[in-house]
């Protein structure tokens, strides 16, 4: 039952309840400013809509698990993960950061490097350290060529 709810959705939620509840009850009038706030984050929530959608595309592609917790038949270093190791994690994080310009929740900035910190030592750190056992060498290679997160 934990594995279930220890899943970055369930976390990207809470952080994102957090900064609902900050701005809504504690927002203390302060804002980003015009509608640039608005847009950005409309554009960043897109994005990492896209990349989620992108990065689970290959995943099903190569017929692997998108589940953080499990151990992945197939090392994907194709499409989107040319790019990042941890695409879907980065959507995350960008999807946070999106929500909380769109909500003016000022005050839940500090939300986003704890998020990505999170993330970083709760599930990346576990998930190489299973593709490394698994996949060895080309693990190896694929972690010089390719960036954890951008």
């Known amino acids: 039952m934990m594995k279930w709810i220890d ?5 990207l939620c809470a952080a994102l309840a957090i900064a609902w509840w900050q701005k ?6 302060l ?3 015009p509608a640039w706030a608005d847009l950005l984050g409309g ?3 897109g994005g990492g809509i896209v990349l989620i959608g992108l990065a689970a595309y290959e995943m099903r592609r190569h017929s692997t698990t998108i589940m ?3 151990t992945p038949d197939t090392l ?3 499409g989107i993960f040319k790019r990042s190791r941890n695409p879907i994690y980065l959507a995350d994080s960008l999807i946070l950061t999106g929500m ?3 909500w003016d929740a000022v005050l839940s900035l500090p939300l986003i490097p704890l998020f990505v910190w999170w993330t970083e030592k709760h ?5 190489e350290k299973r593709l490394r056992r698994n996949f060895r060498a080309d693990f190896a290679r694929y972690e010089k060529q390719t960036r954890r997160w951008l």
């Open 123 to 127: 599930f990346i750190l576990a998930e």
């Open 7 to 11: 899943i970055p959705p369930v976390w």
């Open 76 to 78: 994907v270093t194709s």
């Open 43 to 45: 554009l960043l929530v």
């Open 100 to 102: 909380i310009l769109y």
């Open 31 to 33: 804002s980003f400013g």
């Open 24 to 29: 809504t009850y504690h927002g203390f009038g």
């Open 68 to 70: 953080p917790h499990e």
